[in-house]
């Protein structure tokens, strides 16, 4: 493992990103389906993960009628 980054004296160490493949520091992980295993992901595919499940939930409101179209006015 390469050190890539030191934070306060903390190491904080690359690692590679399961869905880029690049070599980042990846804090966060990700659990498929129900598998028992836990891949880390870069934030940059953090972000992305989770901007389209909060696309997918705006969808869900729309469809539900729980979300209003406003006027113009």
Same mark, same amino acid.
């Given at each position: 493992?390469? =050190?890539?980054?030191?934070?306060?004296?903390? &190491? =904080? &160490?690359?690692?590679?990103?399961?869905?880029? $493949?690049?070599? #980042?520091?990846? #804090?966060? !992980?990700?659990?498929? $389906?129900?598998?028992?295993?836990?891949?880390?992901?870069?934030?940059?595919?953090? *972000? !992305?993960?989770?901007?389209?499940?909060? &696309? &997918?939930?705006? =969808? !869900? *409101?729309?469809?539900? $009628?729980?979300?209003?179209?406003?006027? $113009?006015?």
């Amino acid at each position: 493992c390469q =050190i890539c980054l030191l934070n306060h004296a903390n &190491f =904080i &160490f690359c690692r590679k990103c399961a869905l880029s $493949g690049q070599s #980042k520091s990846c #804090k966060h !992980r990700i659990k498929l $389906g129900d598998s028992s295993s836990y891949y880390y992901i870069s934030p940059f595919c953090r *972000y !992305r993960i989770t901007s389209v499940c909060n &696309f &997918f939930t705006y =969808i !869900r *409101y729309i469809q539900q $009628g729980l979300l209003k179209q406003q006027d $113009g006015e």
